[in-house]
């Protein structure tokens, strides 16, 4: 189903959207007159394509201009020159809402005749003939002829209708007649301006009436244009792009890219002096002429290391004794009870052992409110030679308790089997001398490292321990089997006890500036100290010690930071160069640009500009 579209010569392409909008139905036909307003322009026709194909409707135009003909295709619509092959039964005629009030009804209905008049000439020789005007004047007789006919009978109880809809009812016979007449002569009209020296070949005609009934054709040249079209925006917006984006990364360099860091080398100089630093832990602290005198205090500390060994000797032991530790219980009193070398201790069997070194046992104490044994680790050895006393672990009694009340209280049991027992001429493994010497060097070294990690732990803010203020005593040293004794491995004990004296690093380094400011311009501030001990002296009594040392103070020139960095915005390097020539306080400046290209002037904005007073050190 088609509507038809009558064009006027004149008629913009806004009104011809406009109508097209407000139809209906999907496919659309236009009949237009040659030399018509719309076929001189290719860009109103691609307007109105457009238009069509963002409201889903499918246009064909009816005309006998060739140029506009020519256009029309380019444009991408459905064109030809005549409404053959064109189906009237399913046309939907375009709509008139005309309202006719009661007291002009004449005036109305003429008005409408006049449209239709031009309706039926439309695309005719005699469309702008003067002679119309005749037509006209006729048109009027007749309208007053039939001004007499009821209103009722034209217009039935209605204050406004619908041309086209009563058209459709055809409830009027008068109107209807009219319509009638309207559309034959429309018909007659449209012979006259096409002419039928046009009509083509009936394999040309069945051709475009498929392709009217499908509106297939207009669309496949539209798909084409659109993407050539298409093709060109692409690389229109490709083009521009491109451009925008280094326009972008243009303007992003200018204002993001150009940064510097600055780094200021400050004057220097060095005062150096042989010094005495005083320790004391109490009186007048400060400068005295060339000696620094400080607090100072003593750190004591304590450290017990066991580690275990293999042996490493071999012994003959077809005449050795078999020997072991055991443990000794006093479950007699709260009184330690001593024992000395030799004592002798019997198994349940009756095999005799002796303790190796004496020892003082624990007496019977009290933890946590239960009543806990004294109890001490001791090593033994048997009375006799043999294989036989390399024994299991078993229970001992001392022989010199018996017969009184700490018999059954204190005695003794072994925690190992006993070793080292033989008569067969076989070798065993035996404690060397070198064994014992090397397990002392690395159990002292441990026990050393331990001790000094728990006076660094006493240590103050700022506090430092000078090499030669630590006193270290060995409370004991003992490897356990002893030297010579048969055993695969042994246990070597070591206990420490040391203390320091130390003093504040922190507070020489201030009498030190101290001492070397009184001897500096005011302008130049301490940037470092370097000292080396020399001699030390320390009295562990009185907690004091005397050092002599070799001091160095590095001292910078003071630059202002933030007024340097005021002073230097968008500068350009060679004036830059003179600001350093001139101010006596700076001895040189490095700068890096970002990017690198841009070097030759200081950023303006302070924000871009990261400057850094470097502080000196010694070489």
């Not at 509106?215 to 798909?223: M, P, V």
């Not at 109490?282 to 293999?310: C, W």
């Not at 002893?482 to 690093?505: R, T």
């Not at 200081?602 to 010694?618: A, C, D, H, R, Y």
Request: charged share 30%; net charge negative.
């Amino acid at each position: 189903m088609h509507k038809t579209f009558y064009i006027d010569i004149d008629e913009e392409v806004t009104s011809i959207i406009d109508r097209l909008r407000k139809s209906s139905v999907k496919e659309n036909i236009l009949v237009i007159p040659q030399r018509s307003l719309i076929l001189q322009s290719i860009v109103n026709l691609k307007l109105l394509e457009k238009e069509a194909t963002k409201n889903k409707k499918q246009i064909m135009i009816i005309t006998q201009d060739s140029h506009g003909q020519a256009l029309v295709e380019k444009a991408g619509i459905l064109v030809q020159s005549s409404m053959e092959g064109i189906e009237e039964d399913n046309v939907v005629r375009e709509d008139f809402e005309p309202k006719i009030n009661d007291a002009n009804i004449k005036d109305r209905l003429l008005e409408n005749m006049e449209k239709k008049e031009k309706l039926k000439r439309l695309g005719s020789g005699e469309f702008f003939d003067i002679s119309s005007k005749k037509k006209t004047n006729n048109l009027r007789a007749e309208v007053t002829e039939q001004v007499d006919i009821k209103k009722t009978d034209i217009f039935p109880e209605m204050a406004e209708y619908n041309l086209a809809t009563e058209f459709k009812a055809k409830k009027d016979n008068s109107t209807r007649d009219n319509i009638e007449k309207l559309d034959l002569k429309r018909e007659r009209e449209l012979e006259k301006l096409f002419g039928k020296s046009s009509i083509k070949k009936k394999e040309e005609i069945s051709e475009n009436v498929s392709k009217i009934n499908n509106f297939d054709y207009g669309n496949q040249n539209s798909d084409n244009y659109s993407k050539k079209v298409s093709g060109r925006v692409k690389k229109i917006f490709s083009l521009l792009g491109i451009v925008c984006f280094f326009s972008i990364l243009a303007v992003a360099a200018y204002l993001f890219l150009p940064k510097v860091d600055i780094e200021v080398y400050p004057q220097t100089n060095i005062k150096e002096d042989d010094l005495e630093i005083v320790g004391v832990s109490n009186g007048n602290f400060g400068l005295d002429g060339k000696k620094l005198i400080v607090s100072s205090r003593v750190v004591e500390a304590d450290s017990s290391v066991v580690f275990s060994f293999d042996a490493t000797g071999q012994k003959d032991v077809s005449d050795q004794k078999a020997h072991g530790t055991v443990v000794v219980y006093n479950e007699y009193s709260a009184a330690s009870q001593q024992l000395v070398a030799t004592t002798r201790l019997l198994t349940e069997d009756g095999k005799l052992f002796r303790l190796v070194a004496g020892v003082v046992v624990p007496g019977i104490s009290e933890i946590e409110g239960k009543i806990e044994p004294g109890k001490i680790e001791v090593e033994v050895v048997a009375d006799q030679s043999g294989e036989e006393y390399n024994i299991e672990e078993s229970k001992f009694s001392i022989i010199g308790f018996k017969g009184g009340p700490k018999y059954e209280k204190i005695h003794a049991r072994s925690i190992a089997k006993m070793i080292g027992g033989g008569g067969n001429g076989e070798k065993l493994s035996s404690i060397s001398e070198e064994d014992v010497k090397l397990a002392k060097q690395k159990t002292e070294e441990s026990a050393r490292g331990q001790l000094m990690e728990k006076i660094k732990g006493k240590l103050g803010e700022g506090e430092i321990i000078l090499d030669a203020s630590i006193k270290e005593d060995i409370v004991s040293s003992a490897a356990s089997p002893g030297e010579g004794m048969v055993a695969d491995s042994f246990n070597y004990q070591i206990d420490l006890k040391a203390k320091a004296v130390v003093v504040s690093q922190k507070k020489i380094d201030e009498l030190v500036a101290e001492y070397f400011s009184n001897k500096i311009d005011s302008e130049m501030i301490i940037a470092q100290n370097k000292i080396e001990y020399g001699n030390i002296d320390v009295d562990f009594e009185k907690d004091s010690l005397i050092a002599r040392v070799h001091a160095e103070s590095l001292f910078q020139a003071k630059i202002d930071e933030e007024k340097l960095k005021v002073e230097i915005l968008g500068k350009s390097t060679n004036h830059l160069k003179e600001i350093i020539d001139e101010d006596t306080k700076i001895k040189k400046i490095e700068m890096i640009f970002y990017p690198d290209f841009l070097r030759g002037r200081i950023p303006s904005q302070g924000k871009w500009v990261n400057l850094e007073i470097i502080k000196p050190t010694f070489e």
